[in-house]
């Protein structure tokens, strides 16, 4: 069985390929380039001269050969392509450096962070001395060390920090900072429901070294110094190393400057004590400073909220955007219309934003329902008595929304949630958005574990987004929703609408989510209205299986080198992922040997070069 799994690497390698471009990559190769023009420009004067020598165009030239002679052009192509060679080698292990620091999902929770509505958090970058915001402005023109931005689940946190990170303002405040030195900056989103190295240290500092040090080619080597070896396969470093490298790297005394920002600290999968040691440590260079962000945690609290100054509270700044947010969620309503005029919608809109207490994922659980009472006409009274109705505590809120889920989908809904998040069951940030078709078709038709499904059940796909979305809501009420892929990188070639499609996700709407659908409380619930036996990684990996067995099925996916990986690749990929996923929880892997069997009848493996 592991013989199989580990069968699978190439077709790993293939999906995370080597690193992307980059400046560093971009100079040396500059370099490079121009060095071997310099060569040729040499060789090609050489060429002139033994020509001139040999062959002269006139008897002046015959004459004047022995008072003047050549000039040896030849002198300086050894030292050129000597350069040029120790320019390779050294292009080429930092190369491997860099690369051995990536891994597959990086950056995929910054980019799975939805962007801030329109004109938001435009308040923080305000200079009126009232705003308490206006610390955060400071600090990034001229302070030091740590500053902490602490908010309550669902606050928004993840949302002000992307656009901190990414805003020309902040950018500008920093260069103040910066003075006459380059400024690098390194960003990190921690991510509960990811990859191992999505919510470690070790993600961490890996992000954190390869951002920085591919903005900092010079220390490249100098860290590289520190490390006894790389690691055996790219991704895989031990702690230890790490550790070093990012001691060489803050101890190197380079004309720079370093801001970086970590998101959701709160979602480490480990010893708190350690990331804020972590943290401490790399903000003790003066070169080095750290906007970070987390729930209120008395452990983060301890650390970095001893200073007012260095700290904001999010959820008591940002009454006037959830304003903002009420209200274009309603104008975006085809209804809105009808009751805009009234003042009572008005103060209704009001009343949302006051009992939100700043958790922007309330109000955005609230305005859906209230959206629906648009939608089935509900008079300013109903609008009024549904937003009563709606329990103020995030939690009580959550199970509202599940207990007001249609019985006709119970059965469904139950096991599509505690799939996605009930017991951490896929393991996956994302699951794919077809696997919900295929699952709902294997139900059915038990044949298509064998068999293979068609296309056809993924019905009209110029219409199957909508569709999948009106499933989901049905299903969930908006604690699942429908996400662009957050495997792969964006592609820039023409795609069918199905191939499209097949790059969608379902996955929770918020952290605070998939901490409650984990509850023993909820998880015992769900399990209730679930078939006997049912176990959700039994039934991604049987779906994953249906998938690679459909060759009209596809999986569009791009691998760094912007090559397109063939689908079946792809689709193997993911179902030996969810075998090792199974094996990881069960030991006796049963399922995992009886699907296995299925696979290589039906596709031999040696058609994967894994014979």
Known sequence: MFSLISGTRSIYKSVSGASHHN????????????????????????????????????????????????????????TLVDKLIVRKIQYESDHAFLSSLQFPD????????????????SWIFGDNEDNPATQLPTWLREGTGVFWIRGKAGSGKSTLMKYLSQNSNTLELLR??????????????????????????????????????????????????????????????????????TKSF??????????????????????????IELIEQLASSDNVKICCSSRPWPSFADAFGQKENLMLKLEDLTAGDIMKFVAASFQQHKRFSKYARDSRFSALMKEIARKAEGVFLWVTLVVKSLRDGLTNADRIVD????????????????????????????????????????????????????????????????????????????????????????????????????????????????????????????Q??????????????????????????????????????????????PLAVQSYSSDMIPDDDFKLFIFFSYVTDFEGKHSRGVAPMRYLRVASQQRPLAQWGMD
């Open 106 to 121: 990086m950056r995929l929770r910054q980019e799975a962070v939805k962007d801030a509505h329109s004109d938001t958090f």
């Open 176 to 245: 103040t900072w910066a003075g006459n030195r380059d400024l690098s900056i390194g960003r990190y989103f921690f991510w509960y429901a990811g990859s191992k190295l999505q919510k470690s240290r070790e993600g961490l500092i890996q992000t954190l070294l390869f951002e920085l040090l591919r903005a900092c080619p010079d220390a490249i080597s100098i860290v590289r110094k520190s490390i006894a070896q790389l690691p055996p396969e790219p991704g895989r470093w031990a702690m230890s190393e790490l550790m070093r490298a």
């Open 508 to 553: 929770v709407l918020h952290r605070s989510v998939l901490d409650f659908l984990s509850t023993p409380k909820v998880v015992q619930e769900l399990a209730r209205h679930c078939r006997p036996g049912f176990k959700p990684h039994k039934q991604v990996l049987a779906s994953s299986l249906i998938w690679l067995l459909s060759p009209t099925i």
């Open 23 to 78: 400046e560093t990559i971009e100079t040396i190769v500059t370099q490079l380039q121009t060095l071997s023009l310099q060569v040729s420009s040499s060789v090609a004067n050489y060429s002139k001269a033994v020509l001139k020598r040999n062959f002269p165009s006139n008897q002046a030239d015959c004459s004047n050969k022995q008072e003047e002679p050549e000039a040896d052009h030849t002198k300086d192509i050894p």
């Open 383 to 506: 609008l009024e008595r549904r937003l009563k109705a709606m329990p103020l505590d995030l939690e009580a809120l959550l199970w509202r929304m599940i207990e007001s889920i249609d019985p006709f989908y119970n059965r469904k809904s139950s096991e599509l949630l505690l799939t996605i998040g009930g017991d951490g069951a896929c393991n996956y940030p994302a699951l794919p958005a077809f696997l919900v078709d295929i699952l709902d078709e294997f139900d059915d038709n038990p044949e298509a574990l064998t068999n293979g499904v068609s296309c056809e059940i993924l019905g009209d796909p110029a219409d199957w987004v909508d569709t999948m979305n009106r499933k989901l809501d049905a299903r969930t009420k908006g604690l699942v929703e429908l996400r662009d892929s957050s495997w792969s990188r964006p592609i820039y070639v023409e795609l069918s609408q199905i191939r499209r499609n097949s790059r969608m996700t379902v």
């Open 250 to 275: 803050v101890a190197c005394s380079l004309q720079k400057r370093f801001c970086i920002f970590i998101d959701g600290l709160d979602e480490h999968d480990g010893d708190m004590d350690d990331l």
